[in-house]
Structures are given as C-alpha cells and as structure tokens.
C-alpha cells in the first residue's frame, strides 16, 4: 500500500447506528486531516492533529469523534448522524513545520445516511 | 478572514483552448498557494504551487499567475486536453505551529471538449 488509503470505500448508514471510517498513511508523516466534501462547501476541514494531538476543531457537530491512535492512523467514528451529513469524507496528512505545505489526501469515503 | 473565492464555478472549452481559473483571497498572513486537480472518484492531488515572491510559476503546460497587490492568483491550463477534464481548487495557507491548514476555494468544473 502507498500513499493514504481510507476505508471503507462506500458506507450506508442509518440515524441510529455507529460507524467508523479509517485512514491510513504510509508516508511517514506527522499531521494528519479530515475534510467533509458535500456539493454546498466543497472542501470543509474538520479536524487535524499535528504530532498525534488535536489541534483543530473547526466547530464540527459531537456526533462526529475523531480518533488518532499514532501518526498513521486516523479514524472518524460516527453516531446519530443526520441526512444532511451524507457526503465524501476525505483523509489527508502532511508533513508538518517543514517548507513543504503538500496535502496528500486518499480516495474518499462516500458516506450516505438514511 | 480564511475565505478564498473561487471563479467561475465551471468552464467548459475547446481541446486546445486554455481555460483560466481566477482566486481571490483577503487574508495577507496566507504564504503558500497551491492549486489541487480532483478526478471523480479521486482525492484531490496537489498540481501546482506558488508563493508570494513570485509572479509566475510554470510546470509543464499549468501556469499560476500571482498579483500579491491585488491578493489574486490565477491558473492557466495550456493546450488544454480531454483529460484535463476535472475540478479544480485553489487554495491558501500561513505557516503554523499546528498542522498545514489549508483554506480551499469552491471548486470548478472543468470539461474539455474534444
């Protein structure tokens, strides 16, 4: 695997369930990202952690929890979620306080909530 | 003020033709300026980037134009090809402490009609 991988690819859920999405880097970088892309705000930042912490909140609804266990893996865990947060959930990571400011970002999860 | 508008929305031209795409942004703290080409189904990958110490930027047929005085920049797409056919965001960021916070303008459409 390179790159960053996200999984699952699709997922189906309904109000009252609990799901997790995952995301992985094999990039050997040190901060990592979730993104909500919906066809009102294209690209809306979530939440970052730099060097395992949470450094950005972004004001996002508590039905969304974030989890970074190490610099490689990030995870979104959801529950009680509303229609309106179906969308494609995009993982990035980066490698902080250096020159180099490139996002790298996988494929997307295309969450749909029934 | 985050905010980066993006324009237009979408931008339909000729094989060949060579579609602009135009950002503003309002923050002056913002020193890195990158432009992300996004395939359905795809995350967004990093096409080109600039910073404010310079007015152009050439990477093989992709030009960012920058005017700092006017907080513009700009992507000019040359010779532009079918499979040039995809969303565009550009995007700003200021040099952090925590994590690589990317503002990302709302996305156009581009197809490239052979």
């Known amino acids: 695997e390179t790159g960053v991988t996200q999984t699952p690819r699709h997922l189906v859920m309904g109000m009252t369930n609990k799901k997790s999405l995952k995301c992985e880097q094999h990039?050997?970088?040190?901060?990592m990202y979730w993104y909500k892309q919906s066809a009102k705000k294209p690209l809306e930042l979530m939440f970052v952690?730099?060097?395992?912490?949470?450094?950005e909140n972004n004001s996002v609804p508590s039905r969304f929890s974030p989890e970074c266990p190490n610099s490689s893996h990030l995870f979104l865990h959801l529950h009680t979620l509303q229609p309106e947060d179906s969308a494609l959930y995009l993982c990035a990571s980066s490698q902080e306080r250096t020159d180099l400011y490139e996002q790298y970002f996988g494929p997307g999860t295309r969450l749909t909530v029934t | 003020q985050q905010q980066v508008k993006q324009s237009p929305q979408s931008l339909i031209v000729q094989k060949g033709g060579i579609p602009i795409i135009n950002c503003a942004y309002e923050n002056t703290a913002f020193d890195y300026f990158p432009w992300y080409q996004q395939f359905p189904g795809k995350g967004p990958a990093l096409l080109i980037a600039i910073r404010p110490d310079v007015s152009e930027k050439k990477e093989g047929r992709f030009t960012i134009s920058f005017n700092k005085s006017a907080k513009q920049f700009s992507l000019h797409i040359m010779d532009s090809q079918p499979g040039d056919s995809a969303t565009y965001f550009c995007a700003a960021s200021r040099d952090s402490n925590a994590g690589n916070m990317l503002t990302f303008g709302g996305g156009t459409r581009l197809m490239v009609k052979p």
């Open positions: 990039l050997g970088h040190n901060a």
């Open positions: 952690y730099s060097l395992e912490e949470r450094v």
